[in-house]
Nanobody
C-alpha cells in the first residue's frame, strides 16, 4: 500500500523559508506534485514534477520562490519555499500518480495517492 507522509511545516515570519518533505513508502515516487488548501478555499496546485524531472511546473503565485525536487535514493520529494508570504498559509499536501511515468498535470483528481498534509503558517 502506497503511503505519503509530509513533514516540515510550521510557523514562520513573512520573508522566511521552509522545506517540506514527502516520504513515500510502498511504491516508487514518480510523477508527483504539491497542492495546498487554505481555510475556506479549494485545494490548489502549487508545483509538480514528472517522473524523469524533465517537466516541472509551478503555479504563478509561487514561481520564483518555491522549488520542487526529489531524492531518488530516499524515495522522497521536497518543496523548498522561500520568501514566504502570509497568503502562502495553508495545509500543504504531497500527491503522486499511480503510474510512475505519468505525464504531469495540474488537475487535483488526476492524482491517486495523497498524504495527510502539513500546516504552513506565515505571519505578517
Amino acid at each position: 500500500q502506497v503511503q505519503l507522509v509530509e513533514s516540515g511545516g510550521g510557523l514562520v515570519q513573512a520573508g522566511g523559508s521552509l522545506r517540506l518533505s514527502c516520504a513515500v513508502s510502498g511504491g516508487a515516487l514518480g510523477t508527483y506534485a504539491w497542492f495546498r488548501q487554505a481555510p475556506g478555499k479549494e485545494r490548489e496546485f502549487v508545483a509538480g514534477i514528472n517522473w524523469n524531472d524533465v517537466n516541472i511546473d509551478y503555479a504563478n503565485s509561487v514561481k520564483g520562490r518555491f522549488t520542487i525536487s526529489r531524492d531518488i535514493a530516499k524515495n522522497a520529494g521536497y518543496l523548498q519555499m522561500n520568501s514566504l508570504k502570509p497568503e502562502d498559509t495553508a495545509v500543504y499536501y504531497c500527491t503522486m500518480t499511480k503510474y510512475f511515468n505519468a505525464v504531469l498535470r495540474r488537475t487535483l483528481d488526476y492524482f491517486d495517492y495523497w498524504g495527510q498534509g502539513t500546516q504552513v503558517t506565515v505571519s505578517s
